[in-house]
């Protein structure tokens, strides 16, 4: 039955990809067709983004009432609602009413699942479920590409992948038994014994916290800032044609993609601390290959070992979230957790565009080192301050 739940979960993280680079994909028949600026994207991804932390801020208490599966179920549905609503939208401001609900239903499921699954299963589940939101994220964008190729609109694309989500939601509902086996009931009832959510200021309290907090900060920070601007650094600072770079820039997201995979694997022998350790080397000798003036050859293979450096980090500090802080403390530390890495992608990405527009976007691989330097620096702290607790 254990492996028929993880079943589930797999596609719960397939399902919690498919939605996230919908927008990007789709943005340029959507404005085209509303009439409004380009960047009014933003607009629509501001809102989404601060469902997402409100959400996330609050998963512990949805969780403690409804239960990782129900949270999971709900936040699903709310999602596939949202992504019917946009389906049907013919104005942009339907667009941003239909955001808000796109939000608040990724943020409880993000922490609710992760979580679990960091209580309840090995290391190296964790890295290769955060692999299958890779597939999803990638699945997204061919779908709607498909969409748009084939004249059915974005409108379509949005359909099909609420159809989708729809139909995972009765898939969730008809496995909610399954999360309640008698090993995950033991687990939850340590995790809660009758104890009232924490508030933010009791997370903040706890040792180590604002360490792990800076140290998601960072790492969304710099995987966004990657994931918008490579293209744009190559072609502007390396001279690279815009087909080639965005070929180039795609190597990032399979070295994450990939990296999972086979961190999986890695994670028998390197604890979550460890593998979080190999993932900023690798991401160091990756930013290293964007600074020294080696070829496109160079460049293509620094990105790709960016990629692979971001693979373990995500998933590992999560994973380790339990050991750090205690079940009892988990859910509301991931929350608060994801919350942080929201706000990450939300600031760090447009500040280097700030940066680069009145310096140069040579700046960018100085800008994921500066990132990068503090993310380590966290990272031991964190582990300094678990461990005194410990």
């Known amino acids: 039955m254990i492996h ?18 919908l927008l990007g994909a789709a943005w340029p028949s959507i404005y085209q067709e509303f009439g409004v600026p380009v960047s009014y994207s933003g607009v629509i991804f501001c809102i989404i983004s601060v469902g997402t932390v409100i959400s996330s801020l609050q998963s512990d208490r949805l969780t403690r ?25 013919n104005s942009f401001w339907a667009l941003c009413l239909w955001a808000i609900p796109y939000g608040l239903g990724a943020g409880s499921v993000d922490a609710a699942l992760n979580n679990y699954v960091a209580l ?14 890779g597939i999803g994220a990638s699945v997204g964008p061919y779908i709607m590409g498909a969409a748009l190729t ?48 924490l508030t933010l200021k009791e997370i903040f309290r706890i040792p180590g916290v604002k360490a792990v907090l800076v140290t998601f900060f960072c790492y969304c920070s710099l995987e966004q800032t990657t994931s918008l601007w490579a293209s744009s650094y190559l072609v502007l600072n390396k001279g690279i044609s815009a087909e080639t770079a965005a070929s180039f820039a795609s190597l990032f997201f399979l070295g994450i993609t990939a990296g999972r995979a086979l961190c999986g694997f890695l994670t028998l022998k390197l604890n979550d601390a460890q593998m979080v350790r190999m993932g900023i080397g690798f991401i160091a000798i990756g930013i290293a290959a964007l600074l020294l003036p080696l070829g496109e050859t160079a460049t293509l293979a620094g990105l ?16 380790a979230t339990p ?14 957790q994801m919350a942080s890495a929201y706000i990450g992608n939300c600031l760090m990405p447009p500040l280097f565009g700030v940066l680069a527009n009145h310096t140069t976007i040579a700046i960018f691989p100085y800008y994921l080192l500066v990132i990068l330097i503090l993310l380590g620096t966290m990272h031991e702290t964190l582990q300094k301050k678990t461990k005194a607790v410990q």
């Not at 790709?304 to 994973?319: K, V």
């Not at 050991?323 to 608060?336: H, R």
Request: charged letters at 10%.
């Open 4 to 21: 028929l739940l993880l079943a589930v979960i797999y596609l719960s993280f397939i399902s919690l990809g498919l939605p996230d680079s």
């Open 65 to 89: 009432r409804f239960g990782a599966g129900g949270v999971t179920a709900i936040s699903v549905a709310m999602t596939a609602a949202a992504l019917f609503g946009f389906s049907v939208s």
């Open 120 to 133: 309840h299963f090995a290391s190296r589940h964790m890295s290769w479920l955060h692999c299958m939101w």
């Open 150 to 197: 084939h004249d059915a609109g974005w409108h379509m694309g949005y359909r099909v992948i609420s159809v989708m989500q729809l139909g995972l939601t009765i898939i969730i509902v008809l496995s909610l038994p399954l999360w309640k086996t008698k090993a995950a009931v033991n687990t939850e009832e340590q995790a809660a014994p009758s104890a009232k959510p």
């Open 304 to 319: 790709l070992l960016i990629g692979f450096g971001c693979a373990p980090i995500y998933p590992s500090i999560i994973h």
């Open 323 to 336: 050991s750090n802080f205690g079940a009892d403390k988990s859910q509301a530390i991931i929350g608060v």
